[in-house]
């Protein structure tokens, strides 16, 4: 494969130092600020990363939050399902009878 180039390591104390060299902003900063003795290998690493860095993962959306999104008072249908389309597009694992539901109190709060 052209311009491709795959590196297997599986010496986990050199992965725990070559890794360090792809961070840039703040996980590089985080990183130049841990005493040099704080790493005791790529585990150690990957557990330190995960702690600092999990507050920093989006949540994965579910089917349920469709619920959140209906009608705005005074904007269209139209408005309104391109809206639930674009959220419904974001979902990983979406439930269609559950979108269903979502779409048709989406619409019901409004026009009740």
Known sequence: MRGSLELVIQDSDLISKI?????????????????????KGFGN??????????TSIFAKKSSMNLFGVTQ???KSTRVYLKRFNEE?????????????????????????
């Open 19 to 39: 890794l360090p060299t792809t961070f840039q902003g703040f996980a590089r900063s985080w990183y130049n600020n841990l005493e040099p003795s704080f790493i």
């Open 45 to 54: 690493l990957y557990a330190k990363l995960v702690a600092c860095f999990s």
């Open 72 to 74: 705005q008072e005074g």
């Open 88 to 112: 419904m597009l974001k979902m990983e694992e979406l439930l269609e009878l559950v979108a269903l539901e979502a779409l048709i109190r989406g619409v019901r709060d409004y026009a009740l």
